[in-house]
């Protein structure tokens, strides 16, 4: 697969997604005639997002979720990021735009919405 190519890994419940995930964020080590371990853990997180059917938002603003865990971001960097995720357009037509706060796990957000969100927060790592 080409570096700057996405790639998804979809399924039925119970078709072990989340189990392939946790053997190539190396969770757990699998047990192979390659030794995984010389691969950098940091640099190999570092290349992969998860975004979950529910991602997880904190009640805070759009902008800080977006930022949560991430060193220092400039704000062009977000906002090409939100764009990336086709979350920008969204964003801004809220009155308080990155400022807004979405609640409790995201409730004032619509599912897709959220969805764009997680998307951003993936988007600004690469």
Request: proline share 2%; aromatic share 6%.
């Amino acid at each position: 697969m080409k570096a700057d190519k996405s790639m998804a890994l979809i399924g039925m419940s119970g078709s072990s997604k989340s189990t392939v995930l946790s053997l190539v964020l190396r969770f757990y080590n699998p047990i192979t005639g390659k030794d995984i371990r010389k691969v950098k853990l940091k640099s190999l997180r570092k290349h992969i997002g998860l975004v979950q059917q529910e991602p997880a938002l904190f009640a805070m603003t759009i902008y800080d979720n977006i930022l949560y865990g991430k060193d220092c971001t400039m704000e062009v960097e977000v906002v090409d990021a939100a764009k990336l995720a086709n979350a920008h357009s969204f964003i801004s037509a809220l009155s308080e735009g990155y400022q807004t706060k979405v609640g409790e796990r995201g409730v004032q957000l619509s599912g897709g919405q959220r969805q764009r969100i997680a998307e951003t927060t993936i988007e600004i790592e690469r």
